[in-house]
């Protein structure tokens, strides 16, 4: 059974940092392409940043690039999100998703067939 285990959300003060992980289990993504979304109450989801098999190509939103890093650690099976400068309007639930593609990035979330639950980030003044 796939699993995808998010943690490393939490409060933290305009500005600051915080980095999530994704923990895969039930199957191996390393051919995979990877990717976070995030949802905020009242919101759509929303693509936040994606990451092809290898590493070798990401994406991100307008709104966090040159904040947010996506990585993974295939040996560990692994997805991160180091965010930083954290602003208010990043407070959401963070979600990882995998895709059945492996070298192209999705941004809308059809295009996912694995999701975890979510990990709360809130961002405070």
């Known amino acids: 059974q796939v699993q995808l285990v998010e943690s490393g959300g939490g409060l933290v003060q305009a500005g600051g940092s915080l980095r999530l992980s994704c923990a895969a289990s039930?199957?191996?993504?390393?051919?995979?392409?990877m990717a976070w979304f995030r949802q905020a109450p009242g919101n759509e989801r929303e693509f936040v940043a994606g990451l092809i098999w290898s590493g070798g190509r990401q994406d991100y939103t307008d709104s966090v690039k040159g904040r947010f890093t996506i990585s993974r650690d295939n040996a560990k099976n692994t997805l991160y999100l180091q965010m930083n400068s954290l602003k208010l309007e990043d407070t959401a639930s963070y979600s990882c998703?995998?895709?059945?593609?492996?070298?192209?990035?999705?941004?809308?979330?059809?295009?996912?067939?694995?999701w975890g639950q979510g990990t709360q980030v809130t961002v405070s003044s």
């Open positions: 998703a995998v895709s059945r593609e492996y070298a192209t990035i999705s941004r809308v979330s059809s295009g996912y067939a694995y």
């Open positions: 039930g199957r191996t993504f390393s051919r995979n392409t």
